[in-house]
């Protein structure tokens, strides 16, 4: 295993510690592996995700002024725990409540969960939202139902763009789930990844294999195939999003093309500009456009394709300013 650590069991309060010193305008917090936004807290409702880290820049790099109050690091693909996200909220509620933003994963659900139960003991108002937006797979080895990918970075965009404008905590969890409702992944491997502690890759792919319909973990996707063209791979994705995502040419959507950690932006492009082929021949309308990485899988090679159908008020939501280390509209 040849990565830049120091050891397995300090990646991630390294990690942290370099995001904070890199940008001054989030903070960790002494009690846990944590970073909030330095201001918090805010008058407004706060958003809080996050889950395993390995998913860099999500979810710490997200906190900041349109997006995420706080952000939950778990150790290397592992949920984090209850007290963790519990200190979260905390260091970051307001009169206005809390909503957590949960990728769904059997344990992200269950920490996630109770941890809310025990701020709502303390008189906090929380709620909650559940990102599903992949279709590859349904009842994965890591879910009940489908799993959240990168699709959930629309999530944190849009609802934090609502929180911003004062709104109820009910009208940010009502965004937020038109969002979810609307979104639509799949993604693909060429190579695994290696978690630290394990010190060996999580699965194995031959030279000219790939992976259609992967997970953020390394967990397995429909199925494993021979090594095609770009052009057949990202047709073989955007098909199975529009046939659960119905769009007419009446439709805008914003699309994201997501590198897993390890994939050029040379390829990035490359899979972007077969995605906006397949689009227009469809009549559909792109309004923007996002490429780069926004939610990997470690060192793993692959992308992800991810499309939102928009309306007037998603479309003024995510051209709102933002202004995290990872994430910034002006």
């Known amino acids: 295993m040849k990565k830049l650590i120091n050891s397995t069991e300090s990646v ?61 690091a778990g150790a290397v693909f592992t949920s984090p725990t209850p007290d963790q996200i519990y ?4 260091a970051v509620a307001t009169e206005a409540g809390v909503l957590l933003v949960i990728k769904n994963y ?52 849009i609802a934090g763009a609502k929180a911003e ?19 639509r992944t799949m993604g693909m ?30 967990e397995p996707g429909t199925h494993r195939e021979e090594l095609k063209t770009a052009d057949e791979i990202t047709e073989h994705l955007v098909d199975r999003i529009l046939a659960d995502l119905p769009l007419t040419t009446t439709d805008e959507v914003a699309v994201m093309i997501n590198g897993l950690g390890a994939t050029p932006l040379m390829e990035l492009y490359i899979v972007n500009r077969k995605v906006q082929e397949i689009l227009e021949t469809k009549g559909i309308s792109v309004y923007k456009t996002f490429i780069g990485e926004y939610m990997t899988s470690l060192e793993m090679a692959g992308t992800s394709v991810s499309l939102l159908k928009l309306d007037e ?18």
Request: hydrophobic share 45%; proline share 4%; aromatic share 4%.
């Open 12 to 72: 991630v309060e390294e990690m942290l510690a370099g995001i904070e010193a890199a940008h001054p305008e989030v903070r960790k917090l002494d009690t846990a592996n944590v970073l909030v936004r330095k201001d918090s807290p805010v008058n407004k409702v706060a958003l809080i995700s996050g889950g395993g880290s390995g998913h860099e820049p999500a979810h710490g790099g997200f906190v900041g002024k349109g997006m995420l109050d706080a952000a939950v």
């Open 87 to 90: 200190e979260a909220i905390k």
């Open 106 to 157: 059997t344990g992200d659900v269950m920490n996630f969960e109770m941890a809310g139960e025990m701020a709502a003991a303390d008189g906090l108002r929380v709620d909650q939202i559940i990102v599903n937006d992949d279709v590859a797979v349904e009842d994965s080895t890591y879910t009940t139902g489908r799993r959240g990918v990168a699709g959930t970075v629309f999530v944190h965009k």
């Open 165 to 183: 404008e004062r709104a109820s905590l009910d009208e940010v969890k009502a965004v937020a789930e038109k969002v979810i409702l609307n979104t």
């Open 189 to 218: 491997a060429l190579t695994s990844c290696t978690v630290p502690a394990a010190g060996k890759p999580t699965f194995t792919l031959g030279e000219n294999e790939m992976e259609i319909g992967i997970g953020i973990h390394g």
């Open 313 to 330: 008020e998603l479309k003024v939501l995510l051209d709102a300013p933002a202004d995290t280390p990872a994430f910034k509209v002006f």
